[in-house]
């Protein structure tokens, strides 16, 4: 008769294999709640470096947060870290791809671990029904770029809306009266400005100032013209913070006829 954590157990009627198989039970539960305590968070992983990179980002405190988000024990998120993402359910797989803001493709090229399909593959019901969510997926994003892109054309078109109404009539009256002055056309583009303000883009330069030559900024006329030599700004340029969308066009002289 010995004892076996706190269990006494009588070797004179318990034959040898029962006592092996009850060891060996008794042991396999140790060594899960070992696996699903928090001591084992301590241990580091072959991913963990890649997923605290990418739960920073995305202000996921620990492991045990991750796994609250994403619905997974300890002992699947340790598998998660492991790289074991192929014992995942496809459910499972897909929270936590989602709660880490990353699709199948990317969650299994970032983990570097078993291609995901080898485990959808098996199952032909969960092809089947992921073929399903990828068609509704491109039919939701069909629909939100087309909703986009009629949201952007009314949005831009109600900026733009005295321009675009009064610009028709104004050209008639230029052409009918070729000697009215231009500034009084001036203030139409005034929608148009309050647009590219409203967008955040800056002017390069202003329409005839005079600037030292600058190859990152001015696009010139001739091939001649040398960094920080005066050029006259023929042309506007527009930049988005440090993106220069379209560089100032200059010249070494101002239009014919325009005086300095």
Known sequence: ????????????????????????????????????????????????????ERMNQLNIVDWQDLGKQAGLSRFGVRLVRQGDVGKLTVDKLRRLATVLNLNFQEFDRTLNALPISATITTNPSEIEELKQQCFRL?????????????DFRRATFEQLQTLLTSYPSARKMAEAKPEMPAKNLSA?????ENLLSSWNFETIGSAWEQTPYNPQLHQPDIEDITEGELVYVRFVGYRNGQEILAPAKVSRTLPAGIKN
């Open 138 to 150: 491109r039919e939701e994003l069909q629909q939100q770029k087309t909703q986009l892109t009629a």
């Open 1 to 52: 008769m010995f004892y076996l954590l706190g269990v006494t157990v009588d070797t004179t009627t318990v034959p040898a294999f029962s006592i092996a198989l009850a060891v060996g039970g008794i042991f396999l539960i140790v060594v899960y709640l070992y696996a699903a305590s928090e001591a084992g968070d301590a241990i580091d992983f072959k991913y963990d470096k890649i997923l605290r």
């Open 188 to 192: 139409l583009f005034t929608p148009l």
